[in-house]
């Protein structure tokens, strides 16, 4: 949450927006609650299968986050989260402008925590490292903005940022809703999705919504992102 708050800061977000981000990039994942231990923390590479199902998770995440008609944008990044730039991403394949700001910062600190991070499936990288991937990836994965102010802080200064979000987690405790319900935390049953329609929130101006998915059936994204 430090890094999205520092990069958002450097593209000179107002402070609404750099609380919506804080919100997505907090909240990006809550659809894995229903993608199953087993692959979550699989130390090998994943089936096809296996993928389909870890693919659903930002679908099943704007699904839980975007019941919530007070946080609609924060709804956005978490969708848009695994989009790439040049369009090869998922769920939907957006690519460039297409996809909202905030997501395009979450991709880029998202990918920087899962590379300096140990997983089950292999060790962290340092931050010079990290740092030379996600320049590596620009106009590719990542919008070649992003990184050209993600590249204005030194691998040094991310690596100081890790792990400090004391400071700004009083901005991401969830407001009551009705029924004394808290946002964006209370899980569906993992059945009930098959009923539910995705709601389209604009990404766009005028009444446009989410493109047809534009993704190959055989596309594998790279576990180090998931």
């Known amino acids: 949450i430090s ?5 958002g800061r450097i593209l000179d977000l107002s402070e609404a927006e750099l609380l919506t981000l804080r919100r997505g990039v907090f909240l990006h994942d809550i659809g894995k609650i229903h993608v199953p231990g087993t692959i979550l923390n699989k130390p090998g590479q994943l089936t096809e299968l296996e993928w389909s199902i870890m693919r659903r998770h930002p679908v099943t995440g704007y699904k839980i986050v975007g019941s919530h008609l007070s946080i609609e944008e924060v709804a956005k990044i978490v969708l848009a989260h695994h ?3 040049d369009g090869t991403g998922y769920p939907y394949g957006l690519e460039g402008e297409e996809i909202p700001l905030g997501a395009r910062i979450c991709s880029v600190v998202d990918v920087l925590d899962a590379l300096t991070s140990d997983r089950s499936y292999r060790k962290p990288v340092s931050f010079a490292e990290a740092c030379e991937q996600i320049r590596s990836e620009r106009e590719t994965h990542f919008d070649p903005l992003v990184v050209e ?16 979000t004391s400071q700004i987690q009083p901005y991401l ?5 009705e029924h004394n319900q808290s946002l ?10 098959d ?7 604009p990404f766009f101006s005028g009444s446009q919504t989410l493109p047809p998915n534009r993704l190959s059936p055989s596309f594998t994204p790279s576990a180090v992102y998931t």
Not at 173 to 177: A, Y
């Open 184 to 193: 964006c935390l209370q899980p569906l049953e993992p059945r009930s999705f």
């Open 173 to 177: 405790v969830p407001r009551p809703v």
């Open 3 to 7: 890094y999205s708050h520092a990069l």
């Open 149 to 164: 102010a993600f590249l204005c802080i030194t691998p040094a200064q991310w690596q100081a940022q890790q792990g400090t």
């Open 83 to 85: 989009e790439w730039y």
């Open 195 to 201: 009923k539910l329609e995705v709601k389209m929130v």
